[in-house]
């Protein structure tokens, strides 16, 4: 609740739904969630990653702003983590030990509240910065930037 009134006072502007989570917490829970899916994939507990993403998708704030944007790549992050656990680890430039390191460092940006600032996980899932990523990075973005409020 305090995440939310200071998301309100800082962005006065800005129209909350009660099932959209206000930026500091959907940080928060993204910080969490990487975190914890990092310890899973470390101990082989490959089908706990991503257990919660359609929740926290469902309630993922919506929109353009600036402030987003990070949010934005995180989420992505997690997807695309999610999809390499579900077709089996494919080759790529993320290997399958990369992959929980690559998570706490998107979380530690996060929990500063910075940019995400590792070059393989923008490169990858920075939509912004490459709009021309794979067809499942575009999709979530459009249905971050579009659902009605």
């Known amino acids: 609740m305090i995440a939310m ?3 309100i006072a800082m962005f006065p502007s800005r129209v909350y739904d009660k099932t959209m989570l206000s930026y500091s917490s959907a940080r928060d829970t993204l910080v969490a969630e990487l975190r914890a899916n990092a310890a899973d994939h470390e101990a082989e507990r490959y089908d706990a990653i991503g257990r919660r993403f359609d929740r926290v998708e469902h309630e993922f704030p ?7 944007g990070r949010l934005h790549i995180a989420l992505t992050f997690w997807d695309g983590w999610i999809d390499a656990r579900n077709n089996g680890w494919p080759r790529g430039p993320i290997g399958i030990a990369d992959w929980p390191v690559l998570a706490r460092r998107v979380a530690d ?3 500063k509240d910075r940019d995400v600032s590792d070059p393989l996980v923008l490169s990858r899932f920075d939509l912004v910065a490459h709009p021309r990523l794979n067809e499942r990075v575009q999709t979530l973005a459009a249905r971050l930037r579009n659902r009605e409020l």
Do not use: C, N, R
């Not at 919506?62 to 987003?68: D, I």
């Open 5 to 7: 009134i200071f998301d």
């Open 62 to 68: 919506t929109g353009t702003a600036p402030e987003l």
């Open 109 to 111: 940006d996060l929990e």
